[in-house]
């Protein structure tokens, strides 16, 4: 068990005794360990480019920053490419996902390197856990209205995209996202991960309060399960392009550096 996780246990037992009134999120404030590089993941209908306002911030920290471009074809071929882009790493590396990415990276987190995973409106899986039927304890995003599914690949609808998957982002730059979603396989959502690497390694969430498409209230309790240093964003579901200063400066924080 973990220093932070036996803290938290310990918080638990004392709080029938009005000895546990701290503040949870200062309680759950990992360790950090000095890193020198960022890979990040993108979710579902996206790819690399949804990073672009982040990734300025973090090269002018110093980070070395690498951004998978996530084939979303299956859970499989999406680890795959973010191993390779681990292995391409030099030294201590913060691992990053946003939405569906939260998937592989709680698969790839074990790997040495990573000292630290940042969830930004991600999922969080345990290990071999029904997610679905996990998010099914939460309303439904409309967002899901909009998807549409073609030889076994989904994708949104323009209105979907634009009005709950880009909500709060600037309407040129949401159509311009729109323009470059990539297709995602249907089949991937229902995959089951076999590691949950935030049991391990020191964990940190940004919630988007705006969300359409990951309900909020689910996002605050995947971050309370895995003890995360967590924000709150007035934000839509892509909070790493409206709000790119503090997502930024969580994967600050979590590679052991300055905020901007």
């Known amino acids: 068990m973990t220093f932070w996780r036996s803290l938290f246990v310990a918080a638990?037992?004392?709080?029938?005794?009005?000895?546990?009134?701290?503040?949870?999120?200062?309680?759950q404030t990992p360790q950090t360990v000095k890193a020198?590089?960022?890979?990040?993941?993108?979710?579902?209908?996206?790819?690399?480019?949804?990073?672009?306002?982040?990734?300025?911030?973090?090269?002018?920290?110093?980070?070395?920053?690498?951004?998978?471009q996530n084939p979303l074809s299956s859970l499989a071929d999406s680890v795959e490419a973010t191993?390779?882009?681990?292995?391409?790493q030099d030294g201590p590396t913060v691992l990053v996902a946003h939405s569906w990415g939260g998937t592989v990276i709680s698969q790839v987190g074990t790997d040495p390197?990573?000292?630290?995973?940042?969830?930004?409106?991600?999922?969080a899986p345990d290990a071999n856990e029904d997610f679905v039927a996990l998010s099914k304890q939460f309303?439904?995003?409309?967002?899901?209205?909009?998807?549409?599914?073609?030889?076994?690949?989904?994708?949104?609808?323009?209105?979907?995209?634009?009005?709950?998957?880009?909500?709060?982002?600037?309407p040129e730059r949401a159509r311009e996202l729109y323009a470059v979603q990539w297709p995602t396989a249907?089949?991937?959502?229902?995959?089951?991960?076999?590691?949950a690497a935030w049991h391990s390694k020191p964990s940190w969430y940004a919630v988007s309060k705006n969300d359409d498409t990951i309900n909020p209230d689910f996002e605050r309790f995947l971050a309370k399960r895995m003890n995360a240093?967590?924000?709150?964003?007035?934000?839509?579901?892509?909070?790493?392009?409206?709000?790119?200063?503090?997502?930024a400066n969580l994967i600050l924080e979590a590679a052991g550096c300055p905020r901007s």
Not at 12 to 27: F, I, K, M, T
Not at 39 to 66: F, K, M, N, R, Y
Not at 117 to 122: N, R, T
Not at 186 to 195: D, G, K, L, N, V
């Open 83 to 88: 191993k390779r882009a681990l292995a391409e």
């Open 139 to 170: 309303p439904t995003g409309p967002v899901r209205a909009g998807i549409v599914e073609r030889d076994g690949y989904t994708k949104l609808s323009e209105d979907a995209f634009l009005k709950y998957f880009a909500n709060g982002v600037k």
């Open 12 to 27: 638990s037992l004392l709080a029938p005794l009005g000895l546990a009134q701290v503040s949870l999120a200062h309680a």
């Open 186 to 195: 249907a089949s991937i959502f229902a995959s089951r991960t076999t590691e």
């Open 229 to 247: 240093n967590t924000v709150e964003l007035g934000a839509g579901h892509l909070s790493l392009v409206s709000h790119p200063k503090e997502v």
């Open 36 to 68: 020198t590089n960022v890979v990040l993941v993108h979710g579902a209908w996206a790819d690399g480019s949804s990073w672009s306002e982040v990734i300025p911030i973090l090269q002018a920290a110093g980070l070395h920053v690498t951004a998978v």
């Open 113 to 123: 390197k990573v000292t630290g995973l940042v969830y930004v409106a991600a999922r």
